[in-house]
């Protein structure tokens, strides 16, 4: 099982970034998958979420109106677009992949997002 996220990096506040998660060694549309994020000091908390065939989302009230996660099952892929950055989004972002009938769950390494100008 591999999650692997790229896209993160340094951004100005208001600015836009696209998180990708590529997946490998199981079968994706079997899983539920979830951005968390993460800053120094604090637990992980978590952003957005989608369901297995991408019908369900549901966002963390702090990012709702400028995230938007999305799948495409096609390619094994989980994104995060995030649009209207703010300093207090600056974390390290990771990707999890929940496998809907037992609830397992797999991380990836995460990605440092940087919101600052």
């Known amino acids: 099982v591999q999650l692997v996220e790229s896209g993160g990096g340094l951004v100005q506040p208001g600015g836009s970034l696209r998180l990708s998660c590529a997946a490998s060694g199981f079968t994706f549309s079997n899983y539920d998958m979830s951005w968390y994020r993460q800053t120094p000091g604090k637990g992980r908390e978590l952003v957005a979420a989608i369901s297995s065939a991408g019908g369900s989302t549901n966002y963390a009230d702090s990012v709702r109106g400028r995230f938007t996660i999305s799948r495409d099952n096609a390619k094994n892929t989980v994104y995060l677009q995030m649009n209207s950055l703010k300093p207090e989004d600056t974390a390290v972002y990771y990707c999890?992949?929940?496998?809907?009938?037992?609830?397992?769950?797999?991380w990836g390494q995460g990605t440092q997002v940087t919101v600052s100008s």
């Open positions: 999890k992949a929940i496998r809907t009938i037992n609830r397992v769950g797999y």
